[in-house]
């Protein structure tokens, strides 16, 4: 992995999302349709704020999140809503969301066919992941039920339920995520820097964060 430090978190956000414009603009120059996972929470709102606004052709853009809480887009816990407010907006309204989540049943029920409409956008050509302290990337966490088929299986989506998540999650799976052309996480503070630093010597099962640091761009800098 390549860890790239930044002198403040808000240039960080800035030069970040010009990446991420240069790369998708790479991308449209020998594809007919790109595909970006991004992260729900908090810390990739800035970037989404400046990326929203790349002159890039959006409308060849396919964007879908790296996991979700399986909670309706009217729920303040909904990532989806983040990204319609924070991400889908300004030039990059005319993106295609590809959704992680659909009424009608429970994750399980509806993953088969939410899975399929992903299968064609496979591999990933840009995936921007986050970290939790505990070392968790996307929805998968440590002790989660069904960790280590996230970790390995073959499928695009788990079903994921995790000791103090209130709600069930969906997640791209592991192989989903490394097999992405370029991969990038981005991280705040010394708590996960040191967190980083602990999951370079663990194995998956311990840091699931550690299936995908090769290969990966870990872009830091202090909160």
């Keep these: 992995m ?9 240039m960080m956000m800035i030069d970040l999302a010009n990446v991420l414009a240069s790369e998708l603009e790479q991308a449209l120059l020998h594809e007919q349709t790109v595909s970006m996972a991004v992260p729900g929470g908090t810390t990739p709102g800035p970037i989404f704020d400046n990326l ?12 879908m999140l790296t996991d979700e809480r399986w909670v309706p ?5 909904s990532n989806t809503r983040l990204l319609r407010q924070r991400l889908l907006t ?17 994750a399980e029920v509806m993953l088969p066919a939410l899975s399929q409409a992903i299968a064609p956008h496979l591999p990933l050509d840009i995936c921007l992941l986050g970290m939790g302290a505990d070392m968790h990337t996307a929805s ?3 002790g989660a039920d069904r960790l280590a088929d996230a970790l390995k299986g073959p499928d ?13 999650r969906i997640t791209l799976s592991a192989g989903v995520l490394k ?19 602990r999951a370079a010597t663990l194995s998956p099962s311990e840091a699931p964060v550690a299936a995908v640091l090769s290969g990966t761009t870990i ?3 202090e909160k």
Excluded: N, Q
Aim: proline letters at 7%; charged letters at 25%; glycine letters at 6%.
């Design 219 to 221: 872009h830091w800098a």
């Design 73 to 77: 887009e009217s729920s303040d816990r």
């Design 156 to 168: 695009i989506l788990y079903p994921m339920r995790a000791p103090g998540a209130p709600e069930p």
């Design 179 to 197: 097999g992405a052309i370029k991969r990038h996480i981005v991280i705040t503070g010394s708590e996960k820097r040191e967190a980083l630093a």
């Design 90 to 106: 300004s030039r990059a309204a005319a993106a295609t969301l590809v959704p992680l989540y659909a009424d009608g049943g429970s």
């Design 52 to 63: 929203c606004a790349a002159d890039i052709d959006w409308a060849r853009v396919r964007v």
């Design 2 to 10: 390549e860890i790239v430090e930044y002198a403040d978190a808000e």
């Design 140 to 142: 998968i966490f440590p």
